[in-house]
Protein backbone atom coordinates (compact mmCIF):
# COMPACT_ATOMS: atom_id res chain seq x y z
CA UNK A 1 0.00 0.00 0.00
CA UNK A 2 1.40 3.07 -0.98
CA UNK A 3 1.86 5.28 2.07
CA UNK A 4 1.36 8.78 0.15
CA UNK A 5 -0.25 8.65 -3.24
CA UNK A 6 -0.64 11.44 -5.97
CA UNK A 7 -2.24 11.94 -8.89
CA UNK A 8 -1.51 12.00 -12.20
CA UNK A 9 2.10 11.43 -12.02
CA UNK A 10 2.24 13.34 -15.00
CA UNK A 11 0.26 16.66 -16.15
CA UNK A 12 0.44 18.58 -19.75
CA UNK A 13 -1.86 21.44 -20.24
CA UNK A 14 -2.28 25.08 -22.01
CA UNK A 15 -1.71 28.10 -20.65
CA UNK A 16 -4.38 29.56 -18.93
CA UNK A 17 -6.41 26.30 -17.42
CA UNK A 18 -6.95 25.40 -14.36
CA UNK A 19 -5.74 21.65 -13.08
CA UNK A 20 -5.81 20.14 -9.52
CA UNK A 21 -3.47 17.26 -8.24
CA UNK A 22 -4.66 15.03 -5.69
CA UNK A 23 -3.15 13.54 -2.37
CA UNK A 24 -3.94 10.71 -0.56
CA UNK A 25 -2.24 9.33 2.87
CA UNK A 26 -2.91 6.41 4.41
CA UNK A 27 -1.11 7.08 7.66
CA UNK A 28 -2.93 8.47 9.76
CA UNK A 29 -1.19 11.99 9.83
CA UNK A 30 -2.29 15.38 11.42
CA UNK A 31 -0.74 17.17 8.91
CA UNK A 32 -0.28 17.46 5.27
CA UNK A 33 2.14 19.36 2.66
CA UNK A 34 2.71 20.74 -0.75
CA UNK A 35 5.92 21.44 -1.53
CA UNK A 36 7.67 22.78 -5.22
CA UNK A 37 10.74 21.57 -6.93
CA UNK A 38 11.83 23.77 -9.22
CA UNK A 39 13.80 23.31 -12.92
CA UNK A 40 17.23 23.44 -10.41
CA UNK A 41 15.86 20.53 -7.99
CA UNK A 42 15.13 23.24 -5.47
CA UNK A 43 12.14 22.16 -3.13
CA UNK A 44 10.09 24.85 -1.22
CA UNK A 45 7.27 24.62 0.85
CA UNK A 46 4.07 26.12 -0.54
CA UNK A 47 1.80 25.32 2.11
CA UNK A 48 1.36 23.22 5.10
CA UNK A 49 -2.34 21.80 6.41
CA UNK A 50 -2.89 20.52 10.11
CA UNK A 51 -6.52 19.47 10.30
CA UNK A 52 -8.34 22.72 10.46
CA UNK A 53 -5.57 24.99 9.74
CA UNK A 54 -4.00 25.85 7.09
CA UNK A 55 -0.75 27.74 6.98
CA UNK A 56 -0.22 29.79 3.78
CA UNK A 57 2.99 30.66 2.69
CA UNK A 58 3.10 34.21 1.35
CA UNK A 59 4.99 33.86 -1.67
CA UNK A 60 2.95 31.30 -3.52
CA UNK A 61 0.35 33.36 -6.19
CA UNK A 62 -2.93 33.34 -4.97
CA UNK A 63 -3.47 30.90 -8.11
CA UNK A 64 -2.90 28.01 -6.19
CA UNK A 65 -5.41 27.25 -3.54
CA UNK A 66 -5.35 23.63 -1.51
CA UNK A 67 -8.58 21.54 -0.38
CA UNK A 68 -8.84 19.69 2.58
CA UNK A 69 -11.79 17.58 2.35
CA UNK A 70 -10.51 15.37 5.21
CA UNK A 71 -7.48 14.80 7.39
CA UNK A 72 -6.53 11.78 4.44
CA UNK A 73 -6.74 14.30 1.44
CA UNK A 74 -4.66 17.42 0.76
CA UNK A 75 -5.56 18.89 -3.20
CA UNK A 76 -4.06 21.47 -4.92
CA UNK A 77 -5.54 23.78 -7.47
CA UNK A 78 -4.19 25.60 -9.68
CA UNK A 79 -6.00 28.29 -11.89
CA UNK A 80 -4.71 29.97 -14.88
CA UNK A 81 -1.48 28.23 -15.25
CA UNK A 82 1.21 29.75 -16.43
CA UNK A 83 4.44 28.80 -17.71
CA UNK A 84 6.48 29.07 -14.72
CA UNK A 85 4.25 26.76 -13.00
CA UNK A 86 5.72 24.10 -14.78
CA UNK A 87 8.02 22.06 -12.08
CA UNK A 88 7.08 18.75 -9.94
CA UNK A 89 4.79 19.20 -6.95
CA UNK A 90 5.34 16.80 -4.01
CA UNK A 91 2.63 15.79 -1.54
CA UNK A 92 3.91 14.98 1.94
CA UNK A 93 2.50 14.52 5.34
CA UNK A 94 3.81 14.13 9.18
CA UNK A 95 2.79 13.08 12.21
CA UNK A 96 5.13 14.12 15.68
CA UNK A 97 3.44 10.98 17.15
CA UNK A 98 4.66 8.86 14.91
CA UNK A 99 8.24 8.86 14.79
CA UNK A 100 8.57 12.56 13.59
CA UNK A 101 8.65 11.15 10.27
CA UNK A 102 7.79 13.25 7.09
CA UNK A 103 6.41 10.85 4.15
CA UNK A 104 6.55 12.10 0.48
CA UNK A 105 4.24 11.44 -2.21
CA UNK A 106 6.53 10.24 -5.77
CA UNK A 107 5.40 13.68 -7.57
CA UNK A 108 3.10 15.37 -10.26
CA UNK A 109 5.38 16.79 -13.05
CA UNK A 110 3.48 19.93 -14.23
CA UNK A 111 4.34 20.78 -17.96
CA UNK A 112 2.51 24.00 -19.05
CA UNK A 113 2.42 24.71 -23.11
CA UNK B 1 16.69 34.17 9.26
CA UNK B 2 16.51 30.49 9.39
CA UNK B 3 18.52 28.50 6.59
CA UNK B 4 19.78 25.21 5.01
CA UNK B 5 23.23 25.49 3.39
CA UNK B 6 24.41 22.23 1.29
CA UNK B 7 28.40 24.07 0.37
CA UNK B 8 28.80 21.48 -2.57
CA UNK B 9 26.23 21.39 -5.46
CA UNK B 10 27.92 18.66 -7.29
CA UNK B 11 30.30 16.18 -6.06
CA UNK B 12 32.21 12.92 -7.87
CA UNK B 13 33.54 10.40 -5.94
CA UNK B 14 34.88 6.80 -7.43
CA UNK B 15 32.62 3.74 -6.75
CA UNK B 16 34.21 2.43 -3.59
CA UNK B 17 35.41 5.45 -2.15
CA UNK B 18 34.29 6.99 0.74
CA UNK B 19 31.64 10.10 0.73
CA UNK B 20 30.85 13.07 2.79
CA UNK B 21 28.31 15.65 2.24
CA UNK B 22 28.43 18.65 3.71
CA UNK B 23 24.98 20.44 5.70
CA UNK B 24 25.02 23.61 7.56
CA UNK B 25 21.70 25.46 9.04
CA UNK B 26 21.14 28.50 11.18
CA UNK B 27 18.40 28.11 13.26
CA UNK B 28 18.08 29.27 16.71
CA UNK B 29 17.61 26.32 18.36
CA UNK B 30 18.49 22.76 17.92
CA UNK B 31 15.94 21.70 15.13
CA UNK B 32 15.19 18.68 13.31
CA UNK B 33 17.12 17.15 11.21
CA UNK B 34 17.02 15.12 8.07
CA UNK B 35 18.33 13.49 4.88
CA UNK B 36 16.63 12.62 1.71
CA UNK B 37 17.73 10.94 -1.59
CA UNK B 38 16.52 11.78 -4.62
CA UNK B 39 16.91 9.36 -8.14
CA UNK B 40 16.63 10.79 -11.23
CA UNK B 41 12.81 10.83 -11.76
CA UNK B 42 11.91 9.68 -8.50
CA UNK B 43 10.56 10.82 -5.30
CA UNK B 44 12.23 11.45 -1.98
CA UNK B 45 13.68 8.93 0.62
CA UNK B 46 14.36 9.06 3.70
CA UNK B 47 17.88 8.12 4.75
CA UNK B 48 18.34 9.09 8.25
CA UNK B 49 16.99 11.80 10.70
CA UNK B 50 18.07 13.44 14.09
CA UNK B 51 16.01 14.82 17.00
CA UNK B 52 17.62 14.48 19.89
CA UNK B 53 20.27 11.49 21.59
CA UNK B 54 23.23 10.32 20.05
CA UNK B 55 25.04 12.38 17.96
CA UNK B 56 25.60 9.63 15.36
CA UNK B 57 22.80 8.31 13.35
CA UNK B 58 22.57 5.37 11.44
CA UNK B 59 20.61 5.20 8.40
CA UNK B 60 19.43 2.95 5.02
CA UNK B 61 21.77 1.91 2.68
CA UNK B 62 24.83 1.95 5.06
CA UNK B 63 24.28 5.69 5.48
CA UNK B 64 25.42 7.82 8.71
CA UNK B 65 25.19 11.47 9.77
CA UNK B 66 26.79 13.56 12.62
CA UNK B 67 24.82 15.89 14.47
CA UNK B 68 27.65 18.67 15.70
CA UNK B 69 26.15 21.61 17.75
CA UNK B 70 29.03 23.69 17.66
CA UNK B 71 29.68 23.60 13.98
CA UNK B 72 25.52 23.70 13.22
CA UNK B 73 26.51 20.82 11.57
CA UNK B 74 24.58 17.62 10.14
CA UNK B 75 26.93 15.66 7.63
CA UNK B 76 25.86 12.61 5.73
CA UNK B 77 28.60 9.79 5.20
CA UNK B 78 29.73 6.72 3.50
CA UNK B 79 32.35 4.49 3.92
CA UNK B 80 32.09 2.91 0.33
CA UNK B 81 30.24 4.59 -2.23
CA UNK B 82 28.24 1.87 -4.74
CA UNK B 83 26.97 3.01 -8.47
CA UNK B 84 23.57 3.19 -7.43
CA UNK B 85 24.20 5.85 -5.09
CA UNK B 86 24.81 8.36 -8.18
CA UNK B 87 21.33 10.74 -7.25
CA UNK B 88 20.35 14.04 -5.51
CA UNK B 89 20.88 14.16 -1.68
CA UNK B 90 19.02 16.75 0.20
CA UNK B 91 19.48 17.80 3.32
CA UNK B 92 16.24 19.27 5.17
CA UNK B 93 15.49 20.83 8.58
CA UNK B 94 11.79 21.51 10.73
CA UNK B 95 12.24 23.90 13.66
CA UNK B 96 9.59 21.64 15.69
CA UNK B 97 7.87 18.61 15.40
CA UNK B 98 4.74 19.10 12.41
CA UNK B 99 6.52 22.13 10.86
CA UNK B 100 7.30 22.27 6.83
CA UNK B 101 10.59 20.95 6.08
CA UNK B 102 12.98 23.39 5.01
CA UNK B 103 15.10 22.09 2.36
CA UNK B 104 18.69 23.00 1.01
CA UNK B 105 19.44 23.21 -2.53
CA UNK B 106 20.99 19.60 -2.74
CA UNK B 107 24.29 18.08 -3.87
CA UNK B 108 24.34 15.97 -6.99
CA UNK B 109 26.29 12.91 -6.43
CA UNK B 110 28.39 11.17 -9.40
CA UNK B 111 29.83 8.09 -9.13
CA UNK B 112 32.71 7.27 -11.53
CA UNK B 113 33.83 3.75 -12.11
Known amino acids: DTAVSQTPKYLVTQMGNDKSIKCEQN?????MYWYKQDSKKFLKIMFS???????INETVPNRFSPKSPDKAHLNLHINSLELGDSAVYFC????????????FGSGTRLTVV | AQSVTQPDIHITVSEGASLELRCNYS??????LFWYVQSPGQGLQLLLK??????LVQGIKGFEAEFKRSQSSFNLRKPSVHWSDAAEYFC???????????FGKGTSLLVTP
Open chain 1, 92 to 103: ASSDPGQGYGYT
Open chain 1, 27 to 31: LGHDT
Open chain 1, 49 to 55: YNNKELI
Open chain 2, 27 to 32: YGATPY
Open chain 2, 50 to 55: YFSGDT
Open chain 2, 92 to 102: AVAPNSGYALN
